[in-house]
């Protein structure tokens, strides 16, 4: 009975690993009705990664785009705006902090996805 509860712990932990994901995080919310509420919200705060990333792409494109690529540099670089936010968000989750909200984004979609 305790390797059960044992090996429960650990899943969920997995979980909420995989879940932070950016696209993973979203099927998630989508197929696994019944999963923890940390799991949960680690899918809710992958899912403003995933918005950063995409919103992330159309602003270089554009900028591409109008600057004759000249400002497609900007692409190279900005990358690193969701890539540290998803190493917070796993950071935390590792330490045992199952109610970090992403800043400035996080409690938008940590509500938006109830």
Not at 74 to 97: E, F, H, R, T, Y
């Amino acid at each position: 009975m305790a390797e059960t509860a044992v090996a429960s712990k650990s899943d969920d932990k997995m979980m909420e690993y995989v879940a932070t994901i950016p696209g993973v995080g979203f099927i998630m919310l989508l197929a696994m009705k019944d999963a923890k509420e940390s799991v949960k919200h680690a899918a809710r705060q992958s899912n403003g990664i995933l918005v950063v990333w995409i919103a992330m792409y159309i602003i270089v494109g554009i900028l591409a785009a109008i600057s004759f690529g000249l400002l497609a540099c900007i692409g190279l670089v900005s990358w690193i705006v969701p890539v540290g936010a998803q190493i917070m968000l796993i950071m935390k989750i590792n330490k045992g902090d199952d109610k970090y909200v992403l800043p400035l984004m996080g409690t938008f979609f940590d509500g938006l996805m109830k």
